[in-house]
């Protein structure tokens, strides 16, 4: 089974810059759409962004313009590159191999 390492994470503030990497191991995977989640204590796990083999990309409404999410497939690792950062409590961003496996999680805050 497919190895998800997340990292990146942690405690910005507001307006910062975070970029969260997922690294995989296995088999290839460029042919499988990859994606990012978050999820707040308390909360459903929720879609942030996600990238298609093709590398087509679809974002939530809330961090469109703000985040963005690539690949390289040469390196077995995708990205969040989270720009302008709005405050919130804490969040655990997992990524995700559609139909494979999730990483572990890592966490991000975001206040002042």
């Known amino acids: 089974q497919v190895q998800l390492v997340e990292s990146g994470g942690g405690l910005v503030q507001p307006g910062g810059s975070l970029t969260l990497s997922c690294r995989h191991s296995?088999?290839?995977?460029?042919?499988?759409?990859m994606a990012w989640y978050r999820q707040a204590p308390g909360k459903q796990r929720e879609l942030v962004a996600s990238?298609?083999?093709?590398?087509?990309?679809n974002y939530a409404a809330s961090v469109k313009g703000r985040f963005t999410i690539s690949r390289d497939n040469a390196k077995n690792t995708f990205y969040l590159q989270m720009n302008n950062l709005e405050p919130e409590g804490p969040a655990v961003y997992y990524c995700?191999?559609?139909?494979?496996?999730w990483g572990q999680g890592t966490h991000v805050t975001v206040s002042s």
């Open positions: 995700y191999i559609a139909y494979h496996n």
């Open positions: 296995g088999s290839d995977f460029s042919l499988s759409a």
């Open positions: 990238i298609a083999s093709g590398r087509n990309t």
